[in-house]
């Protein structure tokens, strides 16, 4: 099930780096090549000659040790790797890896490589619980690392809750269905946009809104998730693009036009950007001073990107959203319509959850042909999935 694939199994410093050895054991019988890589911590909970055994390959431990070829040992396992695989992840990992802290084996070589990452999450329940190791899990989800959630049990330490390591057949099968899955995007061109543009008064000021970049970029993740490749246009937001997209980073909302109709060559286009609707009708040369009480700005409409798209549109399948505040159905349909979309997901962006933001949102998809499917609230990774499967249903 596994043949060839060469997996590299990260051991962290928890009380469950024992169990580790079982999905070690489990991966070789069916058939992957495993590279073991522990941190100095797992190494007083469990010996580096067990893995070394069991996966009859060297375990790395030390960074500085003599290297055993002429590779550069992180990097080569980086490049080699079709996968990786954290048991048990410690919250010191997450923690280490959502700050870009690589200070050790395993650390580097997470840092250097775009093969898909597991963490495989146990931990004390408090631990667990605690938000800045949930706010860290919010990073590495957004940047398409890939977690095992913890079964709830009676814990090590005798608490009681979640945080007890997955069953090792279970986190086997995640990674067994992740490799097996079919790519259902392969040789397509997704152009998927995100965030906020922005559009300056003078020198110092602009205007834009509350766009976080989140939805988009986690279309843009799912979809090379898809085996699709990614053209990723952003305005500024504070994310890290996923590796692989070809990133193009945008400010005002003309800029965006130009660089969506400079990549029009695509399959699919997915405008989850909240761009500007209007710019300064002039911009300052110099700071506006305060001298007067009262501002009077002009303002001219902007370029709407999505409506220029759908009216020279060839063979694309046309996403777009609706971010609105009253009458969903209505203005999305509208949008549906003029645009001429394929289907336009609707969020009522006052609504708590959903929209800006937040890492979920509450979507209703509208097609052209007249049906529509409301979503609960899910994570903006669920969402970007379920926009997606549309996509694919309609190649
Ligand atoms: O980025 P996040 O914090 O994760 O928030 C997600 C989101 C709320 C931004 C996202 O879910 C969303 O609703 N995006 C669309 C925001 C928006 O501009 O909506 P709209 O109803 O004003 O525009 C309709 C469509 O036209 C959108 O696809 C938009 O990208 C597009 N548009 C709008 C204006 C413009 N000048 N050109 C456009 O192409």
């Known amino acids: 099930m596994l043949n060839g694939k060469n997996i590299v199994v990260g051991v962290t410093g928890g009380i469950a780096a024992y169990k580790a050895a079982d999905v070690v054991s489990r991966l070789k019988k069916l058939g992957a090549n495993v590279y073991v890589i522990m941190t100095e911590h797992s190494t007083k909970f469990i010996q580096p000659l067990t893995f070394q055994s069991i996966s009859q390959n060297y375990v790395v431990t030390d960074m500085f040790e003599d290297p055993k070829t002429w590779d550069v040992e992180h990097i080569s396992l980086a490049k080699r790797a079709d996968c990786f695989l954290i048991v048990p992840a410690t919250a010191n990992i997450v923690g280490k890896v959502a700050h870009g802290i690589a200070d050790d084996m395993l650390t580097t070589t997470l840092m250097a490589t775009v093969a898909p990452v597991f963490f495989a999450l146990a931990m004390n329940t408090k631990m667990y619980e605690n938000p800045i190791f949930k706010n860290n899990v919010a990073t590495l989800e957004r940047y398409g690392y890939h977690m095992i959630l913890p079964e709830s049990g009676r814990l090590a330490c005798g608490d009681v809750g979640a945080g007890k390591l997955a069953d090792p057949e279970h986190i086997v099968q995640a990674v067994v269905a992740y490799l097996s899955r079919e790519r259902r995007m392969t040789g397509k061109r997704v152009l998927v946009t995100a965030g906020p543009t922005r559009e300056p008064i003078d020198p110092v000021r602009y205007i834009t ?187």
């Open 209 to 395: 809104n509350h766009s976080s970049g989140k939805m988009g970029y986690a279309i843009a993740t799912e979809a090379l998730n898809e085996g699709a490749e990614v053209i990723l246009i952003s305005g500024p937001t504070g994310l890290t693009p996923p590796p692989n997209a070809t990133f193009i980073a945008v400010e005002s909302t003309q800029d965006m036009y130009d660089a969506v109709m400079a990549h029009l060559d695509v399959d699919v286009i997915i405008k989850a950007a909240a761009p500007a609707d209007y710019k300064a009708q002039s911009i300052s040369d110099q700071k506006i001073k305060k001298e007067s009480e009262d501002l009077t700005l002009s303002f001219v409409k902007n370029q709407d990107i999505l409506k220029a798209v759908g009216k020279i549109k060839t063979h694309q399948i046309l996403v777009g959203f609706a971010a609105e505040t009253t009458d969903v159905e209505a203005h999305a349909k509208k949008k549906l319509l003029e645009k001429n979309l394929d289907f336009i997901v609707a969020n009522d962006v006052t609504v708590e959850g959903a929209g800006f933001n937040g890492d979920t949102n509450i979507v209703t998809l509208f097609e052209k042909e007249g049906h529509s499917t409301s979503y609960e609230c899910l994570h903006k990774n669920e969402v970007a999935r379920i926009i997606l499967d549309k996509v694919i249903e309609r190649f």
